[in-house]
C-alpha cells in the first residue's frame, strides 16, 4: 500500500469511528483527534487533514441550509425536510440581497428557487 493510501485509510477509520448511529459524535472525534495526536504517527498533518475533510462532508450531510430573503421559520416544512434528507438540523440564513424565493442546501446539492435563478433560467431559454 502507498503512502498517501495508507494515510486515507487511517482517517477513514478515524472517521467511521466517529460516527454514532450515522450521525458525527463530537466526544468520539475529540477523543480520536487526541489519542491519534498523541501517538504522532508519519504524516500526522495529512492524516488530520484528511480526516477534517470527511468531517465537513458528513457535516454537510447532516445539516440543511435554508437561504432567503426573510426567515422562514415553518414547522411542518421543518419536519417534513428533516425525514426526507436525513438530516439533524436546520439552518436559516437571511440573504438581503435575495428579493424573493429560497436557496436550500443539503450536503452538495442545491436546490435554487429564488428570483434571479428563475431569471438566469429565463434569459438561458432566449
Do not use: C
Amino acid at each position: 500500500m502507498t503512502g498517501r493510501k495508507k494515510l486515507i485509510k487511517i482517517a477513514k477509520i478515524m472517521f467511521k469511528n466517529s460516527l454514532s448511529g450515522g450521525y458525527l459524535d463530537n466526544n468520539k472525534a475529540k477523543k480520536i483527534i487526541a489519542e491519534v495526536s498523541s501517538l504522532k504517527p508519519t504524516g500526522l498533518a495529512k492524516i488530520l487533514t484528511i480526516y477534517k475533510r470527511y468531517l465537513k462532508e458528513q457535516l454537510a450531510r447532516e445539516e440543511i441550509v435554508i437561504e432567503s430573503a426573510t426567515a422562514l421559520p415553518n414547522k411542518s416544512m421543518e419536519k417534513e425536510l428533516l425525514l426526507k434528507t436525513g438530516a439533524k438540523r436546520i439552518r436559516y440564513q437571511i440573504n438581503i440581497q435575495m428579493v424573493s424565493g429560497a436557496k436550500i442546501k443539503h450536503g452538495d446539492w442545491l436546490y435554487d428557487e429564488s428570483l434571479s435563478a428563475k431569471l438566469a433560467n429565463l434569459t438561458q431559454e432566449i
